[in-house]
């Protein structure tokens, strides 16, 4: 069984800075794309930043130059530094992974989401 568990939000102030960890577990034969998505209250779940398996990275307009996604591959692992929060990026963020195992390929997995709140 897969799992993806997310760690790292909470509340900070306009301008802070938080970090998001979210580690796949489980029977991973490999891992495509990986990225984090976020739902603000009353809005749909968009996309804020992806990371291919082989590095190139692509982010919302609304957070690049301010947030950067990595992974470690060998820990199975995606991070968002994400700098210089807003009011606006408060939501529940949600990791997510294409993940191939032993009986699936490029099964799409969820984590349990994080809440990152940003204070005025």
């Known amino acids: 069984q897969v799992q993806l568990v997310e760690s790292g939000g909470g509340l900070v102030q306009a301008g802070g800075s938080l970090r998001l960890s979210c580690a796949a577990s489980g029977v991973i034969f490999s891992i495509n794309a990986m990225g984090w998505y976020r739902q603000a209250p009353g809005k749909q779940r968009e996309l804020a930043a992806v990371i291919t398996s082989g590095g190139p990275t692509n982010y919302a307009d609304s957070v690049k130059g301010r947030f950067t996604i990595s992974r470690d591959n060998f820990k199975n692992t995606v991070y968002l530094q994400m700098n210089s929060l807003k009011p606006e990026d408060t939501a529940v963020y949600y990791c997510?992974?294409?993940?191939?195992?032993?009986?699936?390929?490029?099964?799409?997995?969820w984590g349990q989401g994080t809440q990152v709140t940003v204070s005025s």
């Open positions: 997510n992974a294409l993940i191939t195992t032993t009986t699936a390929y490029d099964n799409d997995y």
